[in-house]
């Protein structure tokens, strides 16, 4: 039973173009979200999040956008570079201080 | 800098025989988590500890333990590891109860391969 869904796993964008990553979600109790980024033999590493009381959240080049109605958010990256090419993980969390439930992933890669 | 460390990064073991992973944190955060995370699948929870706590998933196999035996170390011991637990092992950290921007730190993780 798959709580958070990344449908798409993977993902190719020119370089200077928008990416837009999205993340699907069934549990209408998750009131906090999260992407995480992560690099080969790496771990992953926080990017971005939001709580279920906004519906977008900016910082610098990334903007998280979340449809409570449609249990849908977005991860929007402008403009997408190379260095950003990596895999991308949506993750939610239903009250505080309990496990995150990710997704699967959705490789990017940002083509020069 | 604060950072999580897992040793090794690689580990090679035996079928049946028992294998510890470690982690370690400098961040003195209360949470550690241990994840197992398979080729193109989500980072799946095993346990985590809050402070001393131990906090088991209901679908962690029983060859599967954890330790903490401080705040900046954490095991994770499988007992008689067989050929699908090869995985990477993802250890984790948060704060105590924060406010709403709860975020949790990850280690580089260990890749298990089991011969």
């Known amino acids: 039973d798959q709580q958070v869904k990344q449908n798409s796993p993977s993902l190719s964008v020119q370089e200077g173009r928008i990416s837009i990553l999205n993340c699907d979600y069934t549990?209408?109790?998750?009131?906090?979200f999260l992407w995480y980024k992560k690099y080969p033999a790496e771990g992953p590493t926080f990017l971005i999040s939001?709580?279920?009381?906004?519906d977008k959240n900016e910082d610098g080049r990334f903007t998280v956008f979340l449809n409570k109605s449609a249990k849908h958010l977005s991860l929007h990256i402008v403009p997408s570079q190379p260095g950003d090419s990596a895999v991308y993980f949506c993750?939610?969390?239903?009250?505080?201080?309990?496990?995150?439930?990710f997704g699967k992933g959705t490789r990017l890669s940002v083509i020069a | 800098d604060a950072m999580v460390i897992q040793n090794p990064r690689y580990q090679v073991t035996q079928f049946g025989k028992p294998v510890t992973l470690s982690c370690s944190q400098t961040?003195?955060?209360?949470?550690m988590y241990w994840y197992q995370q398979k080729s193109s699948q989500a980072p799946k929870l095993l346990f985590h500890?809050?402070?001393?706590?131990?906090?088991n998933e209901a679908d962690t196999p029983d060859n599967f333990q954890s330790r903490r035996p401080n705040t900046s170390f954490c095991f994770l011991d499988i007992r008689s590891p067989g050929l699908g637990d090869a995985a990477m092992y993802l250890c984790?950290?948060?704060?105590?109860?924060?406010?709403?921007?709860?975020?949790?730190?990850f280690g580089p993780g260990t890749r298990l391969l089991v011969l």
């Open positions: 961040l003195n955060h209360n949470v």
């Open positions: 993750a939610a969390r239903r009250i505080r201080n309990t496990p995150l439930v």
């Open positions: 549990n209408s109790m998750f009131d906090y």
């Open positions: 984790a950290t948060s704060r105590e109860a924060g406010g709403s921007q709860e975020t949790q730190y």
């Open positions: 500890y809050y402070d001393k706590d131990f906090n």
């Open positions: 939001i709580s279920s009381i906004k």
